[in-house]
């Protein structure tokens, strides 16, 4: 499992933009997909193990519950961590999402602040080296 490595997976390229903004700045490597089947597509075809997806509800050909559903099944991918960033905002559709195997669950619009602290809560965060303290002169 790659750690540093997040995928976002969502059909609008507006939306992947901005979650990726937020993930670089915070030391992922960022691979994007379209839908649920684009990011397993890439996962099989380069052998990636990443340590986060974010995950659209509502895409074309695989959706973000199809997508979660499908990871679970795969052994070498359950230590992948899975935040839904989506705007069902209905209790059910939250509950199913977790009941699959999301861990967390983001409703849109939403706060660079709010991504970060749901995943500082899961504890994904990579490791970012300190920078040295300024010298006094």
């Known amino acids: ?9 969502d059909d609008s390229r507006a939306m992947r933009g901005i979650l990726k903004r937020i993930l670089l700045p915070l030391g992922f490597e960022v691979r994007e ?3 649920g089947k684009d990011a397993l597509d890439q996962i099989w075809d380069h052998d990636l193990q990443p340590g986060l997806a974010l995950i659209d509800w509502n895409m ?13 099944k795969q052994k070498h ?3 992948m961590t899975l935040m839904m960033v989506t705007t069902e ?14 861990h967390e669950y983001v ?3 939403f706060t660079a602040e709010a991504i970060v602290g749901k995943l500082s ?3 994904v965060l990579p490791q970012i080296p ?8």
Request: net charge neutral; charged share 20%.
């Open 121 to 123: 809560y899961l504890g």
């Open 89 to 102: 905002s209905e209790h059910g559709q939250i509950v199913r999402a977790l009941a699959a195997g999301a």
């Open 1 to 9: 499992m790659d750690t540093k490595l997040a995928m976002v997976i």
């Open 60 to 72: 074309p050909e695989m959706n973000g519950l199809e997508f979660v559903m499908a990871v679970r």
């Open 33 to 35: 997909a379209t839908n």
């Open 107 to 109: 409703i849109k619009p």
């Open 77 to 79: 991918l359950r230590q």
């Open 130 to 137: 300190a920078l040295e303290p300024a010298g006094n002169g």
